[in-house]
């Protein structure tokens, strides 16, 4: 049944893509612990530059040159401590921290299972670079963090670049996450 399901929606796909006059829309999935995402038609897959990171991709909006990046990472049952604890820490890559009219957070139910999606969105100078490394601070960036409490330990998904591009590609995040829980 489930390869039905991905034949048909890649054939829907198709022929939305014919409708609008694109050459080829190709459905592509990926798997991150026991769920299976669809990761947006435009996000290109890019070698994950970590061994945490479980998938890694360039987001690029509009016709600009500027990309964000989107990861996700997973880290076993109760592996990278708890949701204040991250957003914590993701609030901290930032200099100085995010006040409160910097951040917003949230939280919402996904799919039949109403597995809890929690989401912190925050805004300023982001300091880019590998955990223990040397930092490049980043001004006018964007953080979109989501950390999804799946059954089998907590899935975290990071989007990082410059405001503008992050905000537009926020959607086609939710929907990539949002695309695991639809039966």
Same mark, same amino acid.
């Given at each position: ?9 890649? &054939?829907? =796909? ?6 609008? +006059?694109? @050459?080829?829309?190709? %459905?592509?999935?990926?798997?991150? *612990? @026991?769920?299976?995402? /669809?990761?947006? #038609? $435009?996000?290109?897959? /890019? ?11 360039? %987001? ?19 592996? #990278?401590?708890?949701?204040?604890? *991250?957003? /914590? ?7 100085? &921290?995010? +006040?409160?009219? @910097?951040?917003?957070?949230? #939280? !919402? =139910?996904? +799919?039949?299972?109403?597995? $809890?999606?929690?989401?912190?969105? #925050? *805004? +300023?100078?982001?300091l880019d670079g590998p955990p223990f490394g040397a930092k490049i ?9 989501? !950390? ?9 998904? $990071?989007? /990082? ?5 992050? !905000?537009? =590609? ?6 990539? !996450?949002?695309?695991?829980? &639809? $039966?």
């Amino acid at each position: 049944m489930k390869a039905v399901s991905v034949f048909l929606g890649g &054939m829907v =796909a198709l022929a939305i893509g014919e409708v609008l +006059g694109e @050459d080829k829309v190709e %459905v592509r999935k990926f798997k991150v *612990n @026991d769920l299976e995402f /669809t990761q947006p #038609a $435009k996000w290109q897959v /890019t070698k994950p530059t970590s061994r945490m990171r479980q998938a890694q991709f360039r %987001v690029v909006a509009g016709k600009g040159k500027e990309h964000a990046e989107c990861v996700f990472f997973y880290f076993g049952p109760g592996g #990278a401590g708890g949701v204040e604890a *991250n957003f /914590t820490r993701w609030l901290k890559q930032f200099s100085p &921290m995010p +006040g409160p009219k @910097d951040f917003q957070r949230g #939280a !919402i =139910a996904l +799919g039949p299972d109403k597995v $809890k999606l929690h989401v912190l969105k #925050a *805004n +300023g100078t982001y300091l880019d670079g590998p955990p223990f490394g040397a930092k490049i601070p980043k001004r006018d960036y964007r953080m979109y963090g989501a !950390i999804i409490m799946a059954p089998r330990g907590a899935i975290f998904v $990071k989007m /990082t670049g410059p405001k503008a591009v992050v !905000i537009q =590609a926020e959607g086609d995040c939710l929907k990539m !996450i949002q695309s695991a829980f &639809m $039966k």
